[in-house]
């Protein structure tokens, strides 16, 4: 990436009205200062010259209010205005003009601070006389201090970065970035006003995009992606939100709840069909689906060449919960069927393979059809999360089993304690597990894995497999070893906002929201266990956390649900709804009851709906549900709606995922 290069490339003449500083304060702490007759990176006029919180400043002095840029030379200039009006404690306006390739731009500039709350309005508008091509405005808030480590995130493009450029701006939720210190001690939310049009690809919004370069480049939206045109009335609405308390919880709640308050965050009302309607098509439609492999389970998605053995024991503890609740003996067949033939997968060493090929799936000997291997579309490995996941429903199944029916399955109990004792056995020094063992790779996503252990990464399905483990077993062990991965998970993911390792088949460091809500129902069943304060509020702030990954509302261009969607991961950009090895609906559902807080229960409520929108009605996969909602920026190649392009009936964890949630909520019969 080039680097902005502070270059006097014009002359703007500043005639000010007001000769001396204009500061702007609140009760909050925050103090916003306006210089005039600064000469700074060539800029002369009225120019943001600092904001501080609590009398520590928020980056350097910044010396520009808007900063054209040539997208061909990376030539750039600041601009400061010609007139300055403060209207009141918390607000000033700013008007001014320069000349692009001899174009006048005139703009104006609005500031202003929260009266109680440490949130700043950034609103700049600007128009150009003729068209004018090649250059982009640059709006920022602050400038970069060489001696300071700043990182950023952007779900999911950028976690505890130091490096952004991602151009154009998608899929990132609420738009905008957080930027914090390594400790904390300063966190900003740097974001466009999700009431705006943002990122629009049908318009000038959707030239959009965000830099920033630790220590080398300040945090940036660049706009208008190099045409400017004649009499629009550009307008870019900005927020910071700020914080220094210097905790994960405190932060993250405050920053969001501010959020929140200041775009007046609603959850838009969606009704698809009731719970019982939602389990009766799947039930009804899972019957006669065509993807059960006799004795063996469900493709993972229609056209899959291989079971996700992994997922078995998962789908077989719903497939038995059914049973108890419809008595139909086609369900404990089938959750029978496929607990038994995860148990031949297993090796002697105690991991189970989680694939089995139905069909040919490349040239090497364990993508042969009928072979058990742990080939999971991008890598080979030994999944520690899905064996401990595995080894979790074996248990949960053996015990309902026997307290139903009086049968001990006792090759059931013994095959999953072989695996939970390989599992323990991987735990890395840092308390964390790793996300696969012995790695092999074909570079699918350009990344290519050494052999051995991967570096730690969430493991939301161990941590919260283990303390439901050591209960069924009555062995602490599990819950030490839930209590170490907690460490690692304050320390090296809360604490860097980086929550990685759902997606088995994908590199370790990726980065994905589906981890985050697996992190909120470890906190929430330790909650319920222990009552201990501290934990519900982990709960609450991670939650929080997944409103920034989430998108805030009804987007203008797309038809189908867009609110509370999220990007499916960074490889494959679309927005998806589902709760990924994750209970993401039951979470809300118990947060709402714990705290009393009805966002919790709306939200609940949305998601819900949103994901049975995804169900399929009709047709040979009645009952599955489709990966994806809807392609706001034509990522897959279809259209904004999604109809075509590649998007796959799920029958098997995409259900499941839902269905048991439905069922232990006590929704359905």
């Known amino acids: 990436m080039r680097h902005i290069a502070f270059s006097v490339l014009f002359c703007v ?25 600064t000469t700074k990176q060539g800029c002369t006029g009225w120019v943001l010259d600092t904001i501080t919180y609590h009398n520590k400043p ?67 508008s600007w128009k150009v006389a003729k068209d004018v091509h090649g250059w982009e405005i640059g709006t920022h808030f ?4 060489a001696s300071e480590d700043w990182r950023v995130q952007m779900y999911p493009f950028a976690g505890n970065s130091e490096r952004l450029d991602l151009n154009p701006m998608r899929y990132c939720g609420v738009p905008g970035t957080l930027l914090y210190k390594n400790d904390l001690s300063m966190t900003v939310l740097f974001a466009i006003d999700s009431r705006s049009d943002y990122l629009n690809p049908t318009s000038w919004t959707g030239g959009t995009r965000f830099l920033f370069d630790n220590k080398k480049m300040p945090p940036i939206f660049f706009h208008c992606a190099g045409k400017l045109s004649a009499c629009v009335d550009y307008e870019m609405p900005l927020q910071l939100f700020l914080d220094d308390t210097g ?9 969001v709840k501010n959020w929140m308050q200041a775009v007046d965050y609603k ?43 992994g997922n078995n024991p998962y789908i077989a503890y719903y497939e038995y919960l059914t049973y108890c609740l419809n008595g139909d003996k086609v369900w404990r067949d089938i959750a029978f069927e496929q607990i038994d033939f995860t148990i031949k997968g297993q090796t002697s060493e105690g991991f189970f393979h989680t694939s089995y090929n139905i069909k040919d799936r490349g040239g ?53 304690m072989k695996s939970l004792d390989w599992c323990m056995k991987q735990q890395n020094e840092d308390g964390g597990f790793p996300q696969c063992v012995h790695i092999d790779s074909d570079s699918t996503y350009g990344v290519s894995w050494k052999p051995g252990k991967s570096q730690s990464v969430v493991s939301g399905r161990t941590m919260d497999a283990l303390p439901i483990i050591a209960k069924i077993t009555g062995n602490d062990l599990y819950l030490k070893k839930a209590e170490e991965a907690e460490k690692f998970m304050r320390e090296k993911v809360e604490n860097r906002f980086w929550y990685t390792g759902m997606h088995p088949d994908l590199p370790p460091e990726d980065f994905e929201q589906d981890s985050l809500y697996a992190v909120v129902e470890y906190w929430l069943d330790k909650y319920e266990r222990t009552k201990d304060a501290e934990a519900l509020e982990h709960a609450a702030a991670n939650a929080y956390l997944a409103l920034l990954f989430w998108c805030p509302k009804q987007l203008s261009w797309v038809t189908k649900p867009t609110q509370c969607a999220h990007s499916e991961q960074q490889h494959y950009n679309q927005y998806s709804v589902y709760c990924y090895g994750n209970r993401k609906v039951q979470c809300l559902d118990k947060l709402f009851k714990a705290t009393q807080n009805p966002l919790f229960a709306q939200l609940r409520d949305r998601v819900m709906q949103n994901v049975f929108f995804t169900q399929i009605t009709e047709g040979a996969y009645k009952g599955a549900v489709y990966e994806a909602i809807c392609d706001p920026w034509l990522e897959r190649k279809g259209n904004f709606d999604f109809t075509r392009g590649r998007n796959s009936p799920y029958t098997s964890e995409l259900v499941t995922d839902i269905m048991i949630q439905l069922i232990e909520m006590g929704l359905v019969k």
């Open 13 to 37: 003449f500043a005639v000010s009205v007001q000769a001396e500083d204009i500061t702007l304060s609140n009760n909050a702490g925050v103090k916003v200062t306006l210089k005039n007759n």
């Open 58 to 124: 928020v980056g350097n002095p910044l010396g520009c209010l808007l900063y054209p840029r040539n997208v061909q030379t990376g030539e750039s200039f600041g601009i400061g205005a010609n007139e300055a009006k403060k209207i009141d404690e918390q607000t000033a306006e700013f008007t001014g003009e320069t000349k692009l390739y001899n174009v006048p731009l005139t703009f104006r500039y609005k500031i202003a601070v929260d009266k109680d709350k440490p949130v700043i309005s950034l609103t700049p």
């Open 142 to 145: 602050c400038n970069i201090n």
């Open 247 to 255: 905790t994960f919880t405190t932060t993250i709640t405050n920053i």
């Open 267 to 309: 959850v838009e009302p969606l009704q698809v069909r009731t719970p019982q309607e939602a389990f009766d098509l799947s039930v009804t439609g899972r019957k006669a689906m065509p993807i059960y492999n006799a004795g063996k389970g469900y493709e993972h998605h229609a056209g899959t060449p291989f079971i996700y053995v």
């Open 364 to 416: 090497r000997p364990e993508q042969k059809t009928g072979q058990f291997c742990s080939w999971d579309w991008g890598h080979n490995g030994y999944k520690i999360d899905i064996n401990v996941w595995a080894a979790r429903y074996i248990l949960q199944t053996w015990q309902k089993v026997k307290e139903k029916e009086g049968i001990d399955k006792k090759e059931w109990y013994d095959a999953a």
